[in-house]
């Protein structure tokens, strides 16, 4: 055998090491003084030194389980798990790109205080330390309350990185008596169709790359396999969504699985995807269009009678007649009398037309088989109920979609009739019989973020596609119970279970209002240390403040689909910060993220900061963005995914352990600083609560005998890593083999080279469930489902309410309606699919009453989505992301590039009306809540235009151009010459998009981030930005892992640096 | 012996995953590549338009020109399985192999080119298959110990995330690469090699006929 030739210099490039210097000293160690070694002592020397623990890559949501491996305390590799049940041994880029980010010499590793102006042209920062940070911020936040009031501080979260999860964003804001919080996605990213889901049926959303969408990955998972389980799902439509960009190893992976065993799809999307490219039919749909091609489906269906005729009569709402002048269907105890409610209270009898008699008659909820023998309720009707001409929901759908035939959509949504036609085909009968449908993020961006998932859900829950093998909308791990155990099904929505209903805010759908104001006024006026089961919070007090911080958070007059996170409407809040009206907000505490980059029409916050909208910005994150180095006062350091511990992520029925590995610097888990400051501020104003506003209630904290933290708000972080740690050591016992664990050393020991440590729970046959709607519940009625009508409400009649009081979030005390020029359906909000105006949009013949107005000045429609390299505003910072996409890509159909006389490679500037200072009516089309008193000083121009790299493809239609968001932290580097940026506007598509016309989508005010009117022009590369692959190598890993030294603004470099990584940090 | 990438295209997304593998496996610099992916198309007239991904690295030839025409013998096919490699401390970087292999641009920097100039060390650079992990696998991993190297995979196979990349001798039929192959054979869907004059490359791409018609590069 020929010997590889190893000198030193090269052992060290075959170590498989990312930062070589990290590695050397154990590798070199192991040769020390041979110049030469043969591939077997390079062999021994790795298994010596290697060892490997499973973990969950935390590079996106996608929770892949990967192998770890450490030499001497250093992370050196990461990789795929190989039981992992959905990514199985995948592993995409940005998780294995984790390992420089880590390591990168942009880490921020110790508490960091502002000492210049705000801007990032000459940012200082200087190490304190975490003593000093904690009570600087509960300083300024006391000083606030104590100036304005509670209201004055807002929190956010958001923007990549799996760094705050939801039980904090929420709970954090209401510890401080505090009614905003809000995240970039949320209305933007996957809000609207869950809450849509929880609204319509109490399930689970179509969301795939958030884990929702399983069912068509039955049978791949090694349980599974051994079990003998196989996949039932034969046809599932990707609708906007793109699992092999958004989560490649996972989604992605299991999706090129799902195609191996022969499964079909269709692709809805304006990019030729690879899904796309690897479908059965492609539609590229026109950006912005989807709920006219969705009224496509629905009138092909309803039409041709395509739909499943039992679910459809007798769990949908479809058939109810509905009352013109509510909205709301009638009950048949206002048509027939009190006797005419022949089930309980808590599941109303409603109205339909008896197909058999051509007569409206009861229909009650029940058995099919039962109440088909009393009626056969016919879906499309309309008939005279009280003297008043009332159609059925079922025909109110058709008629709404009556104009979009497949020649108009055609013509509208560029969809051809003819694959449209086959895409309708394949969905209605799919082979096997049962499809599904996914919607990703796309629509959640766009005007219909509300209509999108109402019309798609619907389209599934028409067919029947309903907790059935081969379906989307399932309920995993919830086993069908026996007959007769189960009760009539309810549901607080989401956080309100956690946060609200132990005060008794929030409304119990599925109970009755008399069992829900029960709840309400048995919470006890006082706390009764006597009680045992009494908790001091538990009072009328905290009822009377959350219930006071979901009334006033800030956009709730008209965009109450947002109460579902408990999340504030970002133009709102921002308008907020620019006017102090309603109210004072003076201290920002962000959680994660990039805001600059992730934020919409992000000029308007950069202004609203700069221009001294807030007295003080805190913030966290494991790395310095723009956002730091433009506005943030102050820094916590937080810990990366590698140093983070925690026991239950997963996929599927799969637990992975995830141990913090390795510890940097002073980094410490996320809830770790919020729970400091709550602790600190609670200490600090402990005795001025007569002096503190709660709001703008007008009555002080001690006068409405609140204290902090107020109610069951954030009080359950961790202090330290330590206390995280023993916490998790619990839950790791749960693993099989690890039950007598008690210690982080037992554990790691335990964990070490164990490649099995996970947990399969529950085993799959008790995984994969179905029909759970169907057994008879206690009251002798099908389970059904947990809604008002105990139905899937296709016509979702939770929107007509919440439009309303605000039901069911905002209870007992209850919103005024809405304002009617902001409801999309007679002043409320539309409980079915429908076109809504776009605001921008190329020139489209017909459409008026669809687009708002064609602007020649900006002929081309922009939509983004999902590259392969970054997750959200993350990993601009990995050298090795960067090379391959060094910049920002932007797609155009050769026919409009030689329009513009573009080429690939070519730089082109873009702009949109955020670029030029259009004036908007601060009225809107549809009315509004904002009044844009100092936006009109900025003339609405938040920005200049962006730049990009032409990518010339056909995979877009002509006049389309798509592109992802961008930022570039190379603009701040020590090494650039010249004036520095913060680097979040020169290729920024968020400079461009639209959070700025008030026309949002009515139910979650979602701001228009795709599918929005631009034009192009030939440029060149923009000051400051890299696009070659050398010039990436200050991003490169550092064993002196410091907060930027190479950005040359810290004060002392030289004390900030740890030299050692310590493995455990032990 | 015929060790080799099969490639499955029907699954390929282009995600690049396998490239970022490569380049932390063998800790490569920044600009240096051992592999690259080509996007192929869309070719057609928009909508009815078709395209694949196709990742390219050194294709193992079994008529090496690079082995030929190397003036030190640095370029070689290893003696027990059939490998081709360059010895780094032989080679002298001057870039006769990127003249001589088809699938490499001559100067050694530019995209898709299999064989790389690094200029700080000025050697010439390729896939290597791996072979200090994998040189006795059959390609087939054992899961539950990843130091096993009877059965190890290059870190680009491992990691694939459309489970696209096999690994293996080719002349060995129960290899994972010569499974794949068998497998994709059954389902009739075709197998490609990217010609190349007398070179008679070993690497083998999959790709179906309904996904898209085979190109090869495609218009460079």
Redesign the interface.
Known sequence: ??P??L?R??L???????G?ALAAGSLLSACSSTETAT?QE??QAR?VE?A?YNSICHGCIASCPC?VYLEDGVVV?I??H??APL???????KG??Q?HTCYSPRRVLYPLKRTSARGAENATFERISWDEAVDLAATKIAEAFEKYSTYALMVSTGGGGSYSRPSMTASFPISFGAANFFEPGCAQCLLPRLAIASYMYGGSCQSMADGMVVECFKGQSKADQEAGITGDTQMVVLWATQP??SS??QA??AM??Y??RGGKTVVVDPK?T??A??ADV?L?VRPGSDPALILSWYRVILDEKLYDEEFTKYFTNLPVLINPDTNLPWLATEVFGEEAQTTPANTPVYVCVDENTGEIAPLPFGDPAVVSQQVNPQVLATAEVNGVMSRSAGQIYRDEADPWTLERVEEFCWV?AE?NRAAIDLYTNPPGGVAGIAQGVAPDMEEGSSQVPLGLMGLDMIMGYVNKPGATLIQTGKPAAADGEASRPTVFLDYLERFGAPVGVGYQIGATEEENRARADSVPETYDPNDKEAKPYYTKATQYAVNQLQLDRLGMTNHRGLYDWMASHIPTVREAVETGDPYKLAVWFDLSGNKLAVLGSAGAWYNAVMDGGLDFVISQHPILTSFHMELADLVFPVEEWLEATGASDGQLNYAFPTPGVIHLGETVPHTVAPQLVVDALSEKVADKLDKIMFGTTGQSMEELGLSFPIGMGFTNGNRSEDELWDRQIQKFSEFPGAENIKTKEEFLDFAKNN??FYLVSPPPEKYWTYGQHLPLADDGLPVGFPTESRKCEVYCTALLKLSQTGWPHCYPRENEPIDPRAGNWNGAYAPICRVPEQKEAPDIPNSEGYIAAYDPDFPLALTSGRV??YHHGTMRHA???R??YPAPFVSI?PETADEYGVESGDWVEISSRRTVGTDYDPQGTRGTELSYAKSKEHNIKVGDPIHAIVKV???V??KVLWMERFWNPECYDATREGKKTGGWQECNVNVLTNAIDPNFNEVFGSYTNRGFAVNIKKSSRPDGVWI???E??PF?PTAENQVTPEVGVLRDNKDMRTDTVKFGGE | MARALVVDL??C?????C???C?????LD??NYFSHVVEV????E??D?????LPIQCQQCSNAPCVEICPTGAS?R???NGAVLI????CIGCKTCLSACPYSDPTGAVKPSVRWFNEA?QIVQKCTLCN?LT?TSDGV?N?????D?SHAVP?CV???????RYFGDLDDPNSAASQALAKAENEGRAIHSIEAEGAQPVAKYILSAD??TWQGLGER
């Open positions: 055998m020929k590889i030739q000198t210099r090269r060290l490039q075959s170590a498989a090491v990312a070589a591939k390079v062999e298994q290697r490997f192998r590799k990789e795929g190989p039981d990514s199985q041994r995948s592993l995409c880029m294995l790109n390992l092999s960009a490649s190893a992605g992976r090129a699985e195609r191996a030729f690879a899904d490219a690897k492609w590229p051809p694959s490649s099995k392969y390299h050298p090795f992301a090379e391959l159909n493809s056909k995979e239609a002509p070659e692959p050398k990436f190598e490169m | 029907d699954r997304s282009g995600c690049e995953a490239v970022v593998s380049k932390f496996q063998n800790n920044l600009g198309g869309p070719t057609g928009f909508p338009i078709e395209r694949y991904w070689y290893d003696s027990d010895d780094a401390d032989t060390e200090d040189a991993e899961d539950d110990d990843p130091f190297s870190p491992h990691n694939c995330t459309c489970g696209a996904i898209a």
